[in-house]
């Protein structure tokens, strides 16, 4: 059998800030061919936008491993922002008319890191990037989900959150209203700016400044870890939002103690001092979780030979 005709899978995670696509062989599940591009959450972006996304991660993926691209036979796509029956149709559509797989099962990119970093498939999945949810899974099979409103509505404790809370303290101080935190001086050199009157002109000026972002949050975690008293504040209310997912999910439906705690998301995998304030703050409300840390929810998506 020569390499363009080896059955193919493939297993998509698309999220607010990035996407990944890995390429597998349908025989043995092995990863044969991996893409990335920027996020694709079909709430985040227009449709067209997130669907450009998802094709060139999916063009990588094929590039990698040295084949044509073609269809393969089954696809699993966790993207955030498709949880409505309209949005899977959309999804649906575009695979079927872009000719991407012959089957397809899509899913929320939080099962994916259930599967991915719990025993069985079983406990929470924690989403912690650019925004922020929970799921959880039980024995049965039973789900629930907590968060995911959005930056408007939700996404408490996600490195979006974070960065809104630094810009206020840093507002705050400016002004007097707050303690001194070297949150300001921070987020001027970032940003280049000369004083702080300059973050209005230059937030305000973006079409969308939640693109400016994706950087403040590590920011803010670099700054607690080196003492900043107000900063350590901020992560530790980020926790306690990000625990209080957690608790809603664990609570719904019983689950085996310590819970299994799957966490996934540019801000909590890069950040030890959040994963462990996560960690305290549900052990203060009695809820012993065993935490692990899923940097490639990708990985979660079903790459293994489809059942016929």
Not at 13 to 39: F, H, M, Q, W
Not at 82 to 105: F, G, P
């Amino acid at each position: 059998m020569s390499d363009q005709d080896i059955p193919l899978i493939l297993g998509i995670d698309g999220g607010a800030t990035k996407t990944i696509a890995l390429l597998g062989d349908a025989r043995t599940g092995a990863v044969i061919g991996r893409g990335r591009s920027r996020g694709s959450n079909f709430h985040v972006y227009a449709p067209h936008a997130a669907f450009a996304e998802l094709d060139g991660a999916i063009a990588m993926a094929f590039a990698e491993a040295r084949l044509e691209r073609r269809t393969v036979v089954a696809a699993c796509m966790g993207v955030a922002g498709v949880s409505r029956i309209e949005d899977e149709q959309m999804v649906q559509h575009w695979v079927t008319e872009r000719y991407i797989a012959d089957r397809l099962l899509i899913a929320n990119d939080g099962w994916l890191v259930i599967s991915a970093g719990t025993p069985d498939g079983v406990g929470i999945g924690l989403i912690c990037g650019t925004g922020s949810i929970a799921f959880r899974r039980d024995t049965k099979g039973r789900t629930a989900r907590a968060g995911g409103w959005g930056y408007l509505i939700g996404d408490e404790g996600s490195g979006y959150d974070v960065a809104v809370m630094a810009l206020r303290a840093a507002s705050h101080a400016a002004d007097g209203r707050g303690p001194h935190t070297e949150i300001l001086p921070a987020l001027l050199r970032h940003w280049d700016l000369a004083e702080p009157a300059d973050l209005i002109t230059y937030l305000y000026g973006i079409a969308d400044p939640r693109s400016q972002m994706v950087h403040i949050g590590p920011l803010v975690v670099n700054l607690a870890n080196a003492g900043d008293v107000v900063a350590q504040s901020i992560v530790s209310r980020a926790a306690d939002e990000l625990a209080q997912m957690v608790r809603t999910v664990a609570r719904a439906l019983q689950l085996p103690t310590p819970v299994s705690v799957a966490v996934s998301g540019s801000m909590i995998v890069q950040s030890e001092l959040l994963q462990q304030k996560l960690i305290q703050s549900l052990s203060a409300q009695k809820l012993p979780i065993h935490l692990s840390v899923v940097p490639d929810p990708t990985m979660g998506t079903p790459l293994s030979p489809p059942t016929q």
